[in-house]
């Protein structure tokens, strides 16, 4: 504010001065340099101010309720804690989350916006469309995991199949009699089950359904024969009956049903799919503002009852140890699924 006055002062002084001699047609060299020194001085002053001054908008592309807006907000309320700053939830759904993902990467980079990414938005959207709005490299920092959930091969309880071994044979023997049920094109359950037709040699039949629940129900009423998706969503028709499990995607067995095993010890050796989870920023965030970030959103992860809340909500907690390790995460990722779109006759939109 002190400076603004000298720098407005300064100002005034020289307009009097040219009115009272309309020969000046520039400020004097002494003049300028009080009014840069002004500008300079305003302009340090508002970098030197502790991050975070104000409130941090955390945007989340899926709606309220879902695995990535529960965990998103159980973090944002231990790093609002942390930070000492509140941390608001700006839920921007709409087009498989490229609304809510682009209104992130054009958001000024100065640590105040924040993104919750995901394996949809940063490595299955690209290899689904033809033209992304967004640049899922370019325009994100990638900062932290900050979930990691496996998926689950299940089947309808009516196929005469009880380990994964069985059902590679049924479903050989019947050769694309049997439908796999996802929650749309390119969507985690389609990959994964074209992953899985990859590495056995089974033929099936892709059934897409519109959401995540319509898929499992699918399955569960018998409509589709199998599905390959999150744990989180099929946990609770597995415990039911409905749907019987027989492996999880992850190379280590999942904590919530560790009697299941994974599909690599099941004769499917190198199988891994998963859905997860991150925080990012919009590129050209300062760099210790990442890093301050990073610092708080492990120490949230590591909190006990964070832990707890996320078992609750039915996802892995995962960190990752740095920004570049989450970056190196999300390339192999994106790479990954280039891999299965090209495997799998996947046509870009």
């Excluded at 359950?189 to 039949?205: E, F, R």
């Amino acid at each position: 504010m002190a400076s603004n006055l000298v720098a407005r002062k300064a100002r005034s002084a020289f307009r009097d001065r040219r009115a009272q001699n309309p020969g000046i047609r520039c400020a004097p060299s002494g003049l300028r340099a009080v009014v840069f020194a002004a500008a300079t001085f305003v302009a340090t002053t508002a970098l030197a101010q502790p991050y975070p001054s104000k409130p941090i908008r955390l945007i989340v592309p899926q709606a309220p309720g879902s695995n990535s807006d529960i965990v998103s907000r159980i973090v944002a309320s231990k790093l609002a804690e942390i930070l000492g700053q509140q941390i608001v939830i700006d839920n921007r759904t709409g087009a498989t989350g490229i609304i809510g993902t682009e209104m992130a990467a054009r958001a000024a980079p100065n640590g105040y916006t924040l993104f919750a990414g995901s394996v949809v938005t940063h490595a299955q959207l690209p290899v689904t469309y033809k033209k992304l709005p967004y640049d899922p490299v370019k325009d994100f920092a990638p900062i932290t995991m900050m979930y990691l959930t496996d998926v689950l091969l299940g089947v309808h309880p009516s196929l005469p199949v009880k380990n994964v071994k069985e059902f590679i044979a049924y479903a050989k023997s019947k050769p694309g009699t049997l439908n796999y049920a996802s929650a749309g094109t390119g969507s985690v359950a389609h990959l994964a089950g074209v992953m899985l037709i990859n590495m056995t040699g089974i033929t099936s039949t892709h059934i897409p359904y519109k959401g995540g629940a319509a898929n499992i129900l699918a399955v569960a009423g018998g409509e589709a024969q199998w599905l390959a998706a999150p744990i989180g969503s099929t946990i609770g028709q597995v415990r039911a009956g409905r749907i019987r499990g027989l492996a999880v995607g992850g190379t280590e067995r999942s904590s919530f049903m560790p009697e299941m095993p994974t599909l690599n010890e099941s004769g499917v050796p190198g199988y891994q799919f998963y859905t997860w989870n991150g925080l990012m920023a919009p590129t050209g965030t300062p760099r210790a503002i990442i890093e301050r970030i990073h610092a708080a959103a492990i120490k949230a992860l590591n909190l006990p009852d964070v832990r707890e809340q996320y078992v609750a909500a039915g996802v892995e907690l995962r960190s990752s140890a740095s920004p570049e390790a989450f970056a190196k995460f999300i390339a192999q990722e994106q790479q990954k699924m280039r891999n299965l779109a090209a495997g799998g006759g996947i046509t870009p939109e």
